[in-house]
């Protein structure tokens, strides 16, 4: 057995907020910087993880030692052993480090705040890659976006699209489909290439959101307001298709005014959810970037967490960030990968 170290790539909304729960339905994600994995021999397995409070704790103890954290890695580690086919016994005792990106956290305030990126979706990949590598076991893409989804979907309660794990496993672009249930892999993924002179702002509303809650919350709306979120819900769909379409053709302008319509229909779901998803702070940063010229619109669920913004040409994108900063908005410019070969797919 050698020792791996590899980078499991975050994720970043570009369009199809809430469609994506939708069977049918498309979302766009760019790659961010996500976790840092490496994987070794040792004497007896175990974990080190900072972000989950984890240092150097037996594979044996940590539903013991760490609550609900421990109780969902144990349960990814399990079902990972189980669709890899490796018996508890007969496993090479490892030492598995997972290590967030430091521009993967943010620090307001006097507190840490993690940005909306997909940290549990880059776990689960990441263990389900270490184990693979370094027990000899091949494992391409589409294997691991199933073991990983599996995985995932069981220590989750069976929530999601499975989008943020097809964006981890891929370590690129996406454009990210849910034909029908991603439980039972029944998805599509396809490669986008972003056109190298396009720039994309990004900046931290100061907040965290809950997806969970605002999911609740969401499904409420949907309950009382059927035709009329089903409307907004199809209309992002449609938004995410072309803008696709814009992308491939290098069409930025029109790009632009996709994303402005994306955030329309997003302010619009926003007021049937009680404003919960577009909150104070991410309307502030919205019309900040549009007032020079920029499409902005908050990325993931709302609720806080960042904006993200298109802007037609370098000077843009700069003016933006220096507005959000004097308004006492963070801007995360390094939070994207600048170079995707640099994920390990």
């Known amino acids: 057995m050698i020792k791996h170290s590899f980078h499991v790539a975050g994720k970043l909304m570009?369009?199809?907020?809430?469609?994506?729960?939708?069977?049918?339905?498309?979302?766009?994600t760019l790659p961010t910087r996500g976790i840092n994995v490496c994987i070794e021999p040792a004497a007896e397995?175990?974990?080190?993880?900072?972000?989950?409070?984890l240092e150097l704790h037996p594979l044996s103890q940590l539903r013991a030692k760490q609550a609900a954290t421990a109780q969902f890695l144990t349960t990814v580690f399990?079902?990972?052993?189980?669709?890899?086919?490796?018996?508890d016994g007969a496993l090479n005792p490892f030492h598995l480090t997972l290590e967030n990106d430091p521009h993967t956290y943010i620090a307001r305030d006097g507190i840490t705040h993690k940005l909306g990126i997909g940290s549990s979706a880059c776990t689960v990949v990441g263990i389900a890659k270490a184990l693979a590598l370094f027990h000899e076991i091949p494992l391409d893409t589409k294997t691991l976006f199933n073991i990983a989804t599996a995985a995932h979907s069981k220590a989750q309660g069976n929530l999601g699209?499975?989008?943020?794990?097809?964006?981890?496993?891929?370590?690129?672009?996406i454009m990210y489909t849910a034909r029908s249930n991603a439980r039972a892999m029944d998805y599509r993924i396809i490669p986008i290439a972003l056109p190298a002179d396009w720039h994309i702002a990004?900046?931290?509303?100061?907040?965290?959101?809950?997806?969970?809650?605002?999911?609740?919350?969401?499904?409420?709306?949907r309950i009382e307001n059927?035709?009329?979120v089903d409307s907004i819900v199809k209309q992002i769909n449609e938004c995410v298709q072309a803008l696709t379409a814009r992308i491939k053709k290098n069409h930025i302008q029109a790009a632009m005014a996709l994303i402005n319509i994306n955030q329309e229909l997003l302010h619009q779901l926003s007021a049937?959810?009680?404003?919960?998803?577009?909150?104070?702070?991410?309307?502030?940063?919205?019309?900040?970037?549009?007032?020079?010229?920029?499409?902005?619109?908050?990325s993931g669920a709302g609720g806080g967490d960042c904006v993200i913004a298109l802007c037609p040409d370098e000077k843009t994108k700069q003016?933006?960030?220096?507005?959000?900063?004097?308004?006492?908005?963070?801007?995360v410019d390094k939070l994207l990968l600048e170079d995707e070969a640099s994920t390990t797919k």
């Open 14 to 28: 570009l369009s199809g907020e809430w469609s994506i729960l939708t069977p049918g339905h498309s979302c766009l």
């Open 45 to 53: 397995s175990c974990v080190t993880s900072p972000a989950y409070g």
């Open 78 to 87: 399990r079902e990972v052993f189980a669709q890899l086919g490796l018996e």
């Open 161 to 173: 699209s499975g989008f943020d794990i097809a964006a981890a496993a891929s370590g690129t672009a």
């Open 202 to 221: 990004v900046g931290f509303s100061g907040t965290s959101a809950s997806t969970t809650n605002l999911i609740k919350i969401f499904n409420s709306a």
């Open 226 to 228: 059927p035709e009329r």
């Open 272 to 298: 049937l959810c009680n404003n919960a998803l577009e909150t104070p702070p991410l309307t502030e940063m919205i019309k900040i970037a549009a007032a020079f010229g920029a499409a902005a619109k908050f």
């Open 319 to 331: 003016k933006v960030y220096d507005a959000w900063s004097a308004a006492g908005f963070l801007s």
